[in-house]
């Protein structure tokens, strides 16, 4: 049965950068249909896409959420089997849980990482 | 970018009774369209994807309806654990993937 598991610092100060890693167990990043993301919620909040990284043909691609593209990083490292975000000059607009899931119809999600953007 | 809209806010349903949800796109997203289900410090759950497919292990109550711009989640004879926040997301142009703002769905 296929896994997520978000991973990282709970706790970001403003103007550094939120660094996650999602490890995925039962199965393998690539197996298709290739396609893993991650959303985000605040508090109280609804969902925002953040991005995706896909395998496409013989190379991994990414797509980006306009709004956030700037600051969004997404890779892979197929050798631990997980993939990661990395989000630049963050602020406390950024205080959210955020989730990894599997596809563009997310399914599964991993449990969420609480990440609180404070000095 | 497309804009997802859901109404109600939120939905007051008896036990047993039926739930409809509805969700707005602002523009056609064909049948690009999937439900999902969040309990209170859970993980959303995928119910229905491409508007009307269950998806693996979701109830026969749950289903799903519409294409295009409007589309509705409609819950049968509703149980204690479906009281929850349910969001829809479109996929068929992106990016950005884009979700609703989420319907809140209590007992009556």
């Known amino acids: 049965q296929l896994q997520l598991q978000e991973s990282g610092p709970g706790l970001v100060e403003p103007s550094e950068t939120l660094s996650l890693i999602c490890t995925v167990s039962g199965g393998s990043l690539s197996r298709s249909p290739y396609y893993w993301g991650w959303i985000r919620q605040p508090p109280g909040k609804g969902l925002e896409w953040i991005g995706t990284?896909?395998?496409?043909?013989?190379?991994?691609?990414?797509s980006y959420n306009p709004s956030l593209k700037s600051r969004v990083t997404i890779s892979v490292d197929m050798s631990k089997n997980h993939f990661s975000l990395n989000m630049s000059s963050v602020t406390a607009a950024d205080t959210a849980v955020y989730y990894c899931a599997r596809g563009f119809t997310f399914d599964p999600w991993g449990q969420g990482s609480l990440v609180t953007v404070s000095s | 970018e497309i804009v997802m809209t859901q109404s109600p806010a939120t939905l007051s349903v008896s036990p047993g009774e039926r739930a409809t949800l509805s969700c707005r796109a602002s523009q056609s997203v064909s049948s690009n369209l999937a439900w999902y289900q969040q309990k209170t410090g859970q993980a959303p759950r995928l119910l229905i994807y491409r508007a009307s497919t269950r998806a693996t292990g979701i109830p026969t109550r749950f289903s799903g309806s519409g294409s295009g711009t409007e589309f509705t989640l409609t819950i049968t004879s509703l149980q204690s654990e479906d009281f929850a926040v349910y969001y829809c997301q479109q996929y068929d142009n992106w990016p950005p993937i884009t979700f609703g703002q989420g319907t809140r769905l209590e007992i009556k």
């Open positions: 990284i896909y395998y496409s043909g013989s190379t991994w691609s990414t």
